[in-house]
T-cell receptor, first 113, second 112 residues
Framework: EAQVTQNPRYLITVTGKKLTVTCSQN?????MSWYRQDPGLGLRQIYY???????DKGDVPEGYKVSRKEKRNFPLILESPSPNQTSLYFC????????????FGEGSRLTVL | TQLLEQSPQFLSIQEGENLTVYCNSS?????LQWYRQEPGEGPVLLVT?????EVKKLKRLTFQFGDARKDSSLHITAAQPGDTGLYLC????????????FGKGTSLLVTP
């Protein structure tokens, strides 16, 4: 089954404790992206990757890091999480940056205390 | 970043009613997509429209792309509780730094 898998789905952590949210897709997609979704603010892009070893900032990259060492994986790293990073995070992938349909993971709800 | 305004923000209707939600921008998009997001899940693509004036139908859902490719509408006929969810529009600009820009969504609740 074609899918984007994120882990963990739920996480409560404390300020400053590094964490990684993993994302993996099995569709051989070149393009992958991370979004955060907040009430009243909608979906905002954090980082995206056009292909392996190619990443770029989205609208709200501050406080986040990403890497794309393999085509299928695109982890989101919070080096020193803060309460304002409490959010619902979505990983998405697409065949290419410009072909349209984004396939989303089920989301990771992160709470930073 | 090209801004997409969706209206209404919230909509609560009864089963069987018709409704229309709107997605407007001052920017021209090369394509526009509509997604539906159900609670606890990620958005799922419903349709992509690429031609000004284009109309696409998906069962009881009718999508229209404005002639100038700056706006779009989603019309649902005889809404059902299963239509409940957050409807997101996303505009694509082929030469921009971002593949898609999302509106904030219309939250639809259909009660039996």
């Amino acid at each position: 089954e074609a899918q984007v898998t994120q882990n963990p789905r739920y996480l409560i952590t404390v300020t400053g404790k590094k964490l990684t949210v993993t994302c993996s897709q099995n569709m051989n997609h070149e393009y992958m992206s991370w979004y955060r979704q907040d009430p009243g603010l909608g979906l905002r892009q954090i980082y995206y990757s056009m292909n392996v070893e190619v990443t770029d900032k989205g609208d709200v990259p501050e406080g986040y890091k990403v890497s794309r060492k393999e085509k299928r994986n695109f982890p989101l790293i919070l080096e020193s999480p803060s309460p304002n990073q409490t959010s619902l995070y979505f990983c998405a992938s697409s065949l290419s940056r410009y072909t349209g349909e984004l396939f989303f993971g089920e989301g990771s709800r992160l709470t930073v205390l | 970043t090209q801004l997409l305004e969706q209206s209404p923000q919230f909509l609560s209707i009864q089963e069987g009613e018709n409704l229309t939600v709107y997605c407007n921008s001052s920017s021209v998009f090369s394509s526009l997509q509509w997604y539906r997001q159900e609670p606890g899940e990620g958005p799922v693509l419903l349709v992509t429209v690429v031609t000004g004036g284009e109309v696409k139908k998906l069962k009881r859902l009718t999508f229209q792309f404005g002639d100038a490719r700056k706006d779009s509408s989603l019309h649902i006929t005889a809404a059902q509780p299963g239509d409940t969810g957050l409807y997101l529009c996303a505009g694509g600009v082929s030469n921009s730094g971002y593949a898609l820009n999302f509106g904030k969504g219309t939250s639809l609740l259909v009660t039996p």
